[in-house]
């Protein structure tokens, strides 16, 4: 799985944001309705820092990523989405999400929002 459809080591791993819960029949970006990225960064790649298997368990760490909000607000989120940007067919496939709480998360203009992913994307036994 890792390295397969998702090549965690070397595919573009990416965020999308949405205030719609997404659900385990979503399978691709197309089934997730975004918010608007007006005022924030174009690029919402993560940097996927080491990828490796060891003693039967992979573990991925990613690089914490920062948006900003910049020339005004941006839409409210609850959900972050990572999918991956590379393959071509099925395009844009999801690889999970995380719910940030009842109400959601709205950036004033120049207020940041992190995306911590902790000591590791996720481990895989």
Known sequence: MAEAKHNLGADSITIALTNTA???GNTILANITQISYTNLPTSRVITISASSQTAGTYTAVATDKVLTATGGAVATFRYV?????????PVDPLICWYDYG????????????????????????
Do not use: C, I, K, R
């Not at 989405?81 to 067919?89: E, G, I, K, Q, S």
């Not at 959601?104 to 895989?124: H, I, R, W």
């Open 102 to 125: 009842v109400g959601g998360v709205t950036l004033a203009d120049a207020e940041t929002f992190t995306v911590d992913f902790g000591a590791s994307l996720f481990s895989l036994v």
């Open 22 to 24: 997404p659900v385990a």
């Open 81 to 89: 989405v990572l999918y991956n940007d590379t393959p071509a067919a």
